[in-house]
């Protein structure tokens, strides 16, 4: 719990809360049951909706103190930054036994597209979410815009850098053994463009429909986010509840399952969370007076 | 001021056992209060000076109520009806 502990203490500034942040990752430590079973399991669930809820309660007061924007370069900086790296170090590290290596930078420059694709949808809430002062971004232009960078991206850009990526590595072992290799290479699903699929699609296979529908059902998020952000940066109370939403909609994009065939069930437990947290923000105001 | 339920629930709580410690209140409250939550509470109303902490033997943090807590309880009390005043 510590390197989570120090995760999380980045996105809380406040001393007061960061003092309650380390309060609540103290009592979840005190009572880690010593063994595994069942009650490691009601424990673990326990402790995650603490450390959810201190977030949440937390994260409104930096929002309100910081703005949306301090709160979002934190995030960027305590998530992005470090898995960008640790892509690299991966990347660095891969090897070809018995070839020459690949040219690390042309693997790592095409795989950026795939990674800023996935990213589209948690850009499309900050830039709705964001504030300046009163004034927020349009959401429909907003929309047009995002949606129509994320269908250029998944629809052409990365299928086309996914095949380049392919076809370094193939020109890497064909250098090495030429006897070994040769030909082409042929596309795949995820090396097929937009159009293409398309053009396939009475004939396609389960696995180059379920591509399509998962390009498209990201271009769909896009615009979900955008308009849902929209709705809560607009409401009488938007400090606070947007960042509440937000940490639940940026924790379920980054868990990197948007798209799998479990996706429904995500949204849905997404949905419901991201109420539940709203009527808690909301409620945090609603005090009588002594 | 303004003082909410849920401060109102820590201070009855803190009246009746000065110097408890958050998940002591958590499990004493029966489910009013949160595990995680108690802990911005409790910021918030020592912010108000509602509470005043020290930091205790086993390194917890210990919370008890100020003059103006037992003040804003019995205020909040008078108000509910909960507190008998003799004329």
Excluded at chain 1, 156 to 164: K, S
């Amino acid at each position: 719990m510590s390197r989570i502990g120090s995760i999380l203490r980045v996105f809380v500034t406040d001393p007061r809360s960061r003092r309650a942040l380390d309060e609540t990752l103290l009592d979840v430590q005190s009572e880690r049951p010593p063994t595994a079973g069942p009650g490691h399991i009601w424990w673990s669930l326990r402790s995650t909706s603490a450390i959810v809820r201190v977030m949440a309660m937390t994260g409104s007061t930096e929002v309100a103190r910081f703005g949306t924007a301090a709160v979002g370069l934190r995030i960027l900086v305590a998530i992005v930054a470090p898995a960008s790296l640790l892509v690299l170090w991966q990347l660095h590290g891969a090897e070809y036994p018995g070839t020459s290596p690949a040219p690390q930078s042309t693997l790592f420059v095409a795989l950026l597209p795939q990674a800023l694709a996935g990213w589209m949808p948690a850009a499309a809430w900050f830039l709705a979410i964001w504030t300046r002062g009163r004034r927020v971004l349009p959401v429909v232009p907003l929309i047009v815009a995002l949606v129509g960078v994320e269908f250029a991206m998944v629809g052409w850009i990365t299928p086309e850098a996914n095949q380049r990526f392919r076809v370094t590595v193939f020109e890497a072992h064909k250098a090495s053994a030429p006897d070994l290799y040769n030909g082409t290479l042929a596309r795949g699903p995820s090396e097929r463009t937009l159009s293409e699929l398309f053009r396939v699609w009475s004939d396609s296979r389960p696995v180059e429909r379920r591509q399509l529908q998962a390009r498209l059902i990201l271009c769909g998020f896009v615009a979900a986010l955008a308009v849902l952000g929209g709705v809560i940066v607009r409401t009488p109370r938007p400090r606070r509840a947007h960042w509440t939403a937000g940490v639940i909609v940026v924790a379920w994009l980054f868990s990197g399952r948007g798209v799998t065939a479990g996706w429904l069930a995500l949204a849905a437990t997404a949905g419901v969370a991201m109420v539940l947290l709203l009527r808690l923000a909301s409620r945090q105001d609603a005090t009588p007076d002594a | 001021m303004r003082v909410a339920a849920s401060e109102l629930v820590i201070l009855t709580l803190l009246a009746a056992r000065p110097d408890a410690y958050g998940l002591e209140l958590v499990e004493a409250s029966r489910g009013k209060l949160k595990r995680g939550g108690i802990y911005v509470t409790l910021g918030r109303m020592e912010g108000k000076g509602l509470v005043t902490s020290r930091v205790g033997d086993a390194g917890k943090r210990l919370y008890r109520p100020t003059a103006l807590g037992e003040r804003a309880l019995m205020a909040a009390r008078l108000f509910a009806g909960q507190l008998t005043v003799r004329t």
